[in-house]
Every structure is written in C-alpha cells, then in structure tokens.
C-alpha cells in the first residue's frame, strides 16, 4: 500500500535543496576558459558530426563528436571561433574567453558543390518538419544517462503532451504511453513506433511495443504528436508516432557497461492474524445466529498464523551487460551491439531474459551515393508474467487467503474441508480460494517466447546539390510461441465447484514489408529557403496465429497481451497501406513558414476492405524575434508563433474483416462436447477513425539557448470511433465492431527547460513539463448512452454517455450502515442488507441499476513532471519526479480483502453489520473507488567519471541509481500507477485487481571507454 512516506520525503527534498545550495556556492567560482555546445543543421534542429571547430587566431581546433558536441579551451588572446562543415555555410563568431562556458551554434545548408552525403534522421525524411509544428525529441546525451530497463522507459516524465504510465512493475513489461490523451474506445491507443524506419505492427489494438529493442542503441527518440505531422503516416498515426533512430558508425570508440541491481516491495495492506481473524469471525457468527464453534474446537497453540504478502513479494534481482563498438574502416562505417539482460522479478517465478544484437554498416560511394544497411535481432523469454484479462490471478487470489489456512499435519486446522476455512469458504470467499498460494504457481505456468528479426536498408543518391532521392527498404520476422497450463475452478449445472485443467499453446507469426521512396528538392537563394518531398510508402504485412489446448477451446479470461488469441483458436489476415505523399514548404529569412502535406493513402484488408482516403494538412510559423521593431534588448533568440491544422486516422488493423468462430463446451453425460459458434461477426462497412485536429502556440529561446519555453493548445475531434455491439440472439449472438462515436479532446502543454548555473566546473539544467487533458463524448449515434458490464463482481461498470468523460466509472454511493433515522426518508435512501446506499431514482425504493451514478473518471486532468540535473566536475546528479492528477481507480485487491475477511478495515464493518460484506451493490460502491493521483520521484542518480589524467585514453564511469523511492499519495492499494490489462481503452487505466505493483530499487553501473 503506498502510504505518505514522511521521513523519506523529508530526506529527499533535503538532499533536492542541498543540490541548490552547492551549486549556488559554486558559481562563486572563476568563470572557465573552456567553451563547449552543440552545433546543428539550422532548418531541420538536427545535430552535425565532424563539424570543425577552430580558433582563428592560433588554428588551434577540434571537431563535434558523435553526438554534435565539441569543448575547446581559449585563451585570453582568442576572440574569434570558426565552425566550418561540408555542405553548410562557414560562420564566424566572436567570443570574450572566460565570459561564456557554452555556445550552441547553427549551421545553414549552403549551395556549394556537393561534399559527402549524409544520411539524415528519420525526422527529416519526409523534409523539413521543425517549423509551424511542436515536435519534441530526447537526444543520445539525455538517453545515455538514463539508467532504465526498458526502451519504453525513456519516455516516461520527459514530455508535455506524452502520459507515460508505468502499468507494472513486471519484468519484461512496457510502459503504456498515451499521446494527448485517450482517443479511442476499442481501436488501439497506443502511438505507432517507427524504428529505424520498421513499423512495429498492431496487433490485437494494442502495439507490440519496443522491450525487444536495446536502449544503448538509441541515438535520439521523435514524437509527432499533433495530426498536422502524423498526417504523413494517414491510417497508423492518430495516436501519435514515436520515431526511434539507432546508432551508427563512424567514431572510434569501443565501449563495455555491466549493471546489478535490486528491487524490492514492501508497502503492504494491513492484514489480520490467525488469532483476530478467528474472533470476527466468531462475533460474526454469533450475530448471523450460528454456533461458531460447531466445526472446529477451541484454539490451541498449534494455530498457525502467515501474512501472504510476505509470500507473494520478494526481493528481485536485474543484471545487463553491454558490448558495443564503432568505428570506420576503409571509409566503411560500422557499429556493432550485443546486449544481455536477465530480470528476476519481485514475485514468485516471474523472470524475463533478453538477448539482442544490433549491427549497423554504412559507405558513400563517391560524392553522390551513400548506403546505410541495418540488422536488429532479439529473442525475449518472459515467464510466468502474463496477466489475465481480469487481473493477476498470483497475486490477488493469494491476498484473500485465510492466515490460519497453511499449518502443520498435526494442526486441527490442516484439513481444509472442515475447520475455520470451511465457514470463511461458505460466506466470503469463491471456490477457487482453496488452492494455496504455492499450489496456485506449482499449478500455473505461463511462458512466453519471441523471435524478432528486422532488416532495414537506406540508401541516398545526391543528384545535385539541390535534388536528392532516398530509398528505403525493410523487412521484420516476428515469431510468438506462448505456452501454459494452469488449473481453475468453475461451476457446472449442480452448482458444484469442479477443477479443470487446461495445458495450451498459442503460436503467432508476423511478416512485416516496408517500402519507401522519397524524392527530395531543397534550394536557397537570398532570403528564401524552399523545400519540396515527394513520396510513396507501401506497409504489408502477414500475420497468423493459432491456440490448441488440451480441451479444445481457450478460456476467454485466459487472452494474451496483444495476442489475437482473444479472436478465435485460429486465423489468418493479410493487410496493405500504399500511400502517396506530398510535402512542400517554404521559409523566408527564418522569420515566415509554411508547409503544406497532402497524404493520399489506400487500405487494403482482406476480401472486402478496400478504399482511399485523403489525409491533408498545413503549418504556419513567425518568428517574431527577427523582425525590426522586436525589442532586442530582451536578448531573445527566437519567439515563434505556429499554428497548424492536418488529419490522422486510426485502423484497427485486426482482421476483423471476417467472421471469427470459437468451439464452446456443452457437457453431456458428463462428457463436454464442442460446437462452433460465431465469436466476432465482420463489417465489411467499417470504417477507420479520423482525428481532425488544431494547434497553436509559441516557442522561445533566451540568452543563446540558456531559457527555452514552449506554449501550446490543441482542439481535436476523433469521429467515426469504433465500439464493440452485441449482436442480438435472434440474428445469431456474437460481436460486431462499429463506427458510432464522437470524441473531443483539448488540452494545454507547457514546457520550461533553463540553465541557470553555468561555470568552470559546474552545470545545472532545470525541465519542467505540464499538460492538461479532457476527452468528452460529444456524439453516440442511435442512443445517448452505452453501459459497459462485466459478469465479474469486482470489474466496476463503465458508461460512455454524450456530454460525459471519457473513462467515467459508475456504480452505487456507499453512505455508511443503515440507521433507524433512514427510515424516514425511503425516497432519498435505500437499504441493503443493513447498509445505506444513495436513492438517485426517487420512483422506487428499490436499488436498481438507474441508481448508480459517476464515481471517478480513470484518466489523469492533468500531468506534469520536474528534473533537475547537476554537475560538478567529474560528479552528476539528476532527479526527476512525476506526477498524475485528478484520476481515480477501481481498487478490487482491496475488495478482495474485504471479500475473504483478511484486511482489518473489516472488522469495523463485522462489528456493525456482518451482512453488510456479503452484500454484491457493496462491492459496486464507491467504497472502493480511490483517488490515485500521486506525486513519485521516479529516479535519483549519480554518475562519476575518472578524470583523464589517472584512466588516460581509458574513459571509466560509475553510476548508482535509486527508483520509486518516494510516492505521495492518498490511494489504498499497492501502487496506485498500477493497473490490469483489460479488452478496451476506456476501462484500461482504472482497475487494480491485483495489479504488478512498480518496486523501489537501486542500480549500479561501471561503463568502460576506450
């Protein structure tokens, strides 16, 4: 249970303040004579490697390293800096030594005879998208200080606009990440990743995401965030696209790490002991009218007693080690990886390998022709990690378990069909609540094993110095082999509790094609930049999976995580986009832009969807900065002002165009038997869901690069959402996919980075990042409102209602025990089994369910995060915190504990009204619906480097890290970021039933250089 954690928020806000303090007393120290930055292409933000940087008066110089940074000492006698690079325009800059420790500097593309060709980032592929848009990126310096375990990680509390939500602490398992909000009900959330120009697939409405990839390969990560840029990618980018970009060769360097660490987790429910949980259940014995001692005789000392989380939660272990090199060789560039990480989790049996090799190899062929060519490969084990649609079974089930009910043979409590157990069996828990928590894993296995291959080549021909075009090709094999068996109780027609056994298999294999070709005009003359992209891409892909089980069909708890196991025992579907695109823009004098992209795209799924779309959008941009009457004693480097408009869609991509069956069990004589039935009927009119979507804002950078500020607003509307129906029996039951929906969703992001300590030997840089968020329904055509049910009692009820939020959470208000005084107001309140619900409809004094109301919404109002990194010398700090507000969460693990009489809250209601727990509109109250809003601070790392003079060419650093040590919150639960994996997005974030709760850990790291 995250509780306030008082002396340890203390602790960290001390140290958080003795940080300030010591760099306020270290900028007392002299000014430094060393100057350092970064230099970049001035049009497009990216960085340049080899650029030359000297002093004109000694030519004394160096040259930007592989991430675009250089550091030169001067001297009192230099006063000029000259930065010269193939292709660019040669600048000049005067300096006063020792008045300044970084210069950050922009290069413009030049007209001159073509040098070597570059082969650019993925954010320039499509030409010059830095302008008229607000496109974040985290460059290879930011990554490679972060200590994470996942590639996904790199994400989480960096940017305004991008709610990345750690969902479980589970090994192997990735961050959800949302991108301005949640804009869509059945169809997929999830941004699409683009790594190294591969597509990963949807699949099953949700991305295969990015675990398998190496977070040392990355060299800088993209969002595209609003519609006027995701409108390049047409049916894959209403969510958003994050753009990935690998390393590659080129700088000499070899480079070994290994890192350890441990996590652990103890912020426990309050649970009862043997001996108390006995005297509640006597007293509530006493008052049901039953003998309590009729099954068992008096306590003795052979009465066990055992808190189960003691059981279920253990220290867990992580270990990595990297290998990676770079370099040139007879002008072929190279980069080489190898990764090997083994994660032992903090419960039972959960553990998760990953082994991943990277090679990259590039060459330019003359002066026109350069060729990139790429290979990732990775093989994942994740064992007994994957949740259930309605919850980790391990953990939930073994919380509700009796203290008293594990003893010894000689205890009179061993037997477990007649002693206490029996009498907390009959009244509060389900069947399957016999099984020990060790019998509970003994008994269930689940292994998931993925193969991934991706192969990607991209080659650039310069015709001239004007005129360029790019290829693209790749290719991705992914193979899943899951398997399980795993015991679970059900009841037949007798009402009897049977256990049944179920050993399964389920194999998926994915064959992904990308092609793409870009023809590419860019021209400078005087003050006028002009850009103009043509380009076709054509995305294929293959996908099939199937289940086998011993007994013929898969339990429909039982789906996988992005598997499209949830659609039938078997199956098949082979999807196309083709899309033509074009994108023209036009800057003049850095001061005015504009940009135009006009995407014409195709889908292609099976045998009867088939059509085009047309995905449009503009940009605009001033620089206010750089007109004549700006005040330009405010030292200000730009003040841009965008606004932009575009469309994006989103295509479930599922192979929903056809019918899917699944075999379901009759019994007969005992026998089952299996009969096909209609599972998900096709629509062959289905439709993709469109976002259209505005933005504006400004953008400012102050005192060459020192203050930057951001500013935006966004207004978008995603019709045509798809929600799931059910078809009614007289036309054949099973599921239908429709477009019904209309959302509007809006928000403000604002984001504040500043250096205000910057001298010899210290540097201090301050983030902060702020976004707010609302999805309301605005349309649902035929009817005004759709209930969400859930057969299971501890899945609350979710409603999408015109005028109302996107995930409201509905169920009954909880007023307290009932009293004689209530009588006289039957029309206001309602009792049930002595306890006090709120009476919405005043025409009945019955509880029905037009009585239940809103309890919470699931999803953040608003998100922000701070960090803060320091050094001095050789010694770095960087903390960072994070925080969701305004959410509220369904906590079922706490209603587990209520339901098997184990958490002491339970005794007060005991005490007043024994019935009151056996009650199920008690279990849909807002009695379990908590605030989950937190403040955590995610990470605090030091990082120290040997100075040169004692490693010499050997560059050696060391790193210490600590996660999750402080969360700051009012939620009851484990952790209130965790939440289960369900089969929609609008109750995705709002249940915890046993949810993998994030552990607090500490890492340490030792990285070689040379």
């Not at 001297?75 to 300044?100: H, K, M, T």
């Not at 004007?466 to 899951?482: A, G, P, Q």
């Amino acid at each position: 249970m995250c509780l306030y954690t008082t002396m340890a928020s203390k602790i960290y806000l001390l140290s958080l303040l003795c940080f300030t303090l010591i760099g306020f007393v270290l900028a007392q120290e002299n000014h430094s004579c060393l100057i350092h930055g970064t230099v970049r292409d001035s049009s497009s933000g990216e960085i340049l490697i080899g650029v030359n940087v000297i002093l004109k008066s000694s030519g004394k110089g160096t040259v930007t390293d592989g991430y675009g940074k250089y550091s030169i000492p001067v001297s009192v006698n230099d006063s000029i800096l000259q930065f010269s690079y193939i292709g660019f325009q040669s600048r000049e800059i005067p300096i006063v030594p020792c008045e300044i420790s970084i210069l950050d500097v922009n290069l413009r593309l030049t007209v001159a005879p073509i040098g070597e060709v570059q082969i650019t980032a993925q954010r320039k592929f499509f030409g010059n998208m830095e302008y008229g848009r607000e496109i974040p990126s985290i460059d290879a310096d930011v990554i490679e200080r972060q200590n994470v375990n996942n590639a996904s990680d790199i994400l989480h509390a960096r940017l305004a606009g991008v709610w990345a939500t750690k969902t479980s602490g589970a090994p192997g398992d990735h961050q959800k990440i949302r991108i301005r909000g949640q804009n869509s009900f059945f169809s997929s959330a999830e941004p699409l990743y683009i790594v190294d120009g591969v597509p990963v697939p949807i699949v099953n409405l949700s991305s295969l995401g990015i675990a398998d990839l190496n977070i040392h390969d990355i060299e800088n990560v993209t969002v595209l965030k609003d519609a006027s840029s995701t409108a390049l990618y047409g049916f894959q980018g209403g969510n958003g696209v994050v753009l990935i970009d690998t390393k590659r060769g080129g700088t000499n360097e070899i480079s070994f790490s290994v890192k350890t660490g441990v996590q652990w987790f103890n912020q426990y429910y309050d649970l009862l002991s043997a001996a108390e949980q006995i005297e509640a259940l006597d007293s509530a014995y006493s008052k049901m009218l039953f003998s309590a001692h009729i099954y068992y005789p008096q306590i003795t000392d052979t009465l066990c007693n055992r808190d189960w989380q003691d059981f279920i939660f253990s220290p867990g272990q992580i270990q990595e080690y990297q290998l990676s090199g770079s370099g040139s060789f007879k002008r072929f560039k190279y980069y080489l990886s190898g990764n090997y990480t083994d994660h032992k989790g903090i419960t039972p049996q959960s553990a998760y390998e990953r082994y991943t090799f990277t090679a990259r190899l590039g060459k330019n062929f003359g002066r026109r022709l350069a060729v990139d060519l790429g290979y990732r490969g990775s093989y994942q084990l994740n064992r007994n990690n994957q949740d259930e649609y309605h919850g980790n079974r391990m953990i939930f089930e073994s919380i509700m378990k009796s203290p008293c009910m594990e003893c010894t043979p000689d205890s009179l409590f061993y037997d477990k069909f007649y002693n206490l157990y029996f009498r907390c069996l009959q009244y509060y828990t389900p069947a399957r609540n016999l099984e020990l928590p060790q019998e509970i894993i003994e008994n269930n296995r689940h292994e998931l094993s993925i193969h991934n291959h991706a192969f990607n080549g991209f080659a650039r021909y310069q015709f001239s110095e004007h005129f360029s075009m790019d290829i693209m090709e790749s290719l991705m094999i992914r193979s899943s082999l899951y398997n399980a068996a795993f015991d679970y109780y059900y009841f037949n027609y007798q009402n009897i509790s049977k256990l049944k056994r179920v050993d399964m298999q389920s194999s998926e294999d994915v064959i992904l094609f990308n092609h793409q070709v870009n023809m590419n005009y860019y021209n400078t003359f005087g003050k006028h930049d002009l850009n103009f992209v043509l380009a076709n891409r054509y995305y294929k892909d293959n996908l099939w999976w199937r289940v086998d089980t011993i007994e013929g069909t898969l339990d429909k708890h039982y789906a996988l995580k992005n598997s499209m196991a949830a659609y039938g025992p078997k199956g098949s579907v082979l999807r196309n986009l083709t899309s033509y695109i074009g994108h023209a823009s036009y800057n003049y004098d850095k001061r005015y832009f504009i940009s135009a992209i006009l995407n014409l795209s195709r889908i292609k799924e099976g045998i009867h969807t088939d059509y085009y779309t047309v995905f449009p959008s503009v940009a605009v941009s001033w620089d206010m900065a750089r007109e004549r009457f700006f005040p330009h004693a405010l030292r200000m480097d730009n003040l841009k002002w965008f606004i932009n408009w575009g469309k994006s869609g989103n295509y479930p991509l599922n192979g929903l165009s056809n019918d899917l069956y699944v075999d379901l069990p009759l019994e007969n004589d005992g026998f089952p038997q299996y009969y096909p039935s209609i599972h998900q009927l096709s629509n062959h009119a289905l439709k993709h869901e469109n976002t259209s979507e505005i933005d504006m804002g400004l953008k400012s950078v102050w005192y060459n690069n020192r203050l930057k500020f951001s500013a935006g607003y966004f207004h978008k509307t995603i019709s045509d959402l798809i929600l799931q129906r059910n078809i009614p029996l007289y036309y054949g039951g099973g599921k239908m996919f429709i477009n019904i929906a209309e959302i509007v969703a809006k928000g403000y992001e604002f984001s504040l980075e500043g250096s205000p300590l910057q001298t010899k030997n210290t540097f201090w840089l301050l983030s902060f990042n702020f976004a707010t968020s609302s999805q309301i329904v605005t349309r649902l055509d035929r009817e005004k409102s759709m209930l969400f049910r859930n057969a299971d009692l501890l899945i609350p009820d979710f409603m999408i209602k015109e005028g109302q939020g996107v995930g409201d959470i509905y169920g009954y208000r909880y007023l307290g025990k009932w009293t004689e005084e209530d009588w006289e107001h039957p029309d206001r309140f309602v009792n049930v089994m002595q306890s006090k619900f709120l009476n919405t409809d005043s025409s009945d004094h019955m509880l029905t369910q037009s009585d239940k109301v809103v309890l919470g919404n699931s999803l953040p109002d608003f998100t922000w995060n701070i960090s803060s990194y320091f050094s001095y010398k050789n010694l770095s700090v960087e903390m960072i915190w994070y925080s969701a507000w305004g959410q509220e969460k369904y906590n079922a693990t706490r209603a587990g504990t209520y339901i098997g009489a184990v958490n002491r809250e339970t005794v007060g209601y005991i005490n007043d009204s024994t019935w009151a727990l056996r009650s199920d509109v008690f279990y849909e109250s807002d009695l379990f619906v908590e605030d989950a809003s937190f403040i955590k601070l995610k990470n605090i790392s030091f990082n120290y480097s040997i100075a040169k003079k004692i490693a010499g060419r050997l560059k050696v650093s060391f790193s210490l890290s600590f996660e999750n040590m402080v969360t700051l919150t009012r939620y009851k639960g484990y952790d209130p970021e965790a939440t289960i994996f369900t089969d929609n997005n609008f109750s995705d974030n709002a249940i915890d039933k046993g949810a993998y709760p994030n552990p607090r850990a500490i890492y340490a790291s030792i990285n070689l250089k040379f």
